[in-house]
């Protein structure tokens, strides 16, 4: 097996260290040295970002915001399924260089690019801002933790900031390891309604996750 080849790293802070590795044509992203995920692993982000785009098609202007870019597999697959000039995609992550390195090492698309935005702030300072803004709001609870953040975007306060942030018909959606009956519980007191499967991490894999779908009421197209 090869040795990793670094491709880019970033101390965000004196206690995080985020790097960009390659090895055997795979893009490892990783904190303090522990790989966090990778652009094969990313079938679920995949075929979330699909499923999310789908009800907002019909839509001239349907807006995305996206909490942790990782490989950036899901607005590869939110930017791909809705390819509308005026679709807009706001991504919030930790790592202020993540966007940068998604468009030099991770085969990032010019048409989604051109369409994104990329703010590195408190997710709290940013959702305040938003109410009645975002068509689809995704976000990966672990990937967010691990990569050093002291915000639980899970818990009850974040939650409520999320379903504000949406607009009526809105969709919530989020990548676990696995299902979390008190995450639904919490989701559901919301007031939205929640619905998951499992999917394989790889295509035909054995490794799965969870993906989740919280709706916020009935869009209106």
């Not at 040795?3 to 990783?30: A, G, M, T």
Request: glycine share 6%; hydrophobic share 35%.
């Amino acid at each position: 097996m090869k040795p990793y080849n670094l491709l880019s790293e970033h101390n965000q802070s004196p206690e995080i260290n985020f790097s960009l590795h390659e090895r055997d044509n795979v893009k490892y992203y990783q904190v303090n040295t522990t790989p966090v995920t990778n652009d094969k692993e990313i079938n679920c982000e995949y075929e979330l970002g699909q499923m999310m785009a789908r009800p907002f098609r019909p839509a001239r202007q349907p807006k995305v915001l996206i909490l942790g870019l990782g490989v950036g597999g899901f607005l590869n697959a939110i930017g791909e399924s809705l390819p509308q000039k005026k679709a807009s995609f706001d991504i919030l992550d930790i790592n202020s260089k993540a966007f940068q390195w998604y468009k030099q090492y991770l085969k990032a698309d010019d048409t989604i690019v051109e369409r994104a935005s990329f703010s590195c702030e408190k997710a709290a300072d940013f959702l305040k801002t938003r109410n009645d803004t975002y068509h689809a709001i995704f976000m990966d609870p672990e990937l967010w933790r691990s990569s050093g953040s002291e915000e639980n975007i899970t818990n009850k306060l974040y939650l409520n900031y999320f379903v504000s942030c949406l607009k009526r018909g809105g969709l919530l959606g989020l990548v676990t390891e696995r299902p979390d009956k008190v995450l639904k519980a919490r989701i559901q007191r919301c007031g939205l309604e929640v619905s998951f499967e499992r999917v394989a991490a790889v295509p035909g894999g054995k490794r799965q996750r969870t993906l989740w779908l919280a709706k916020k009421g009935h869009y209106a197209k």
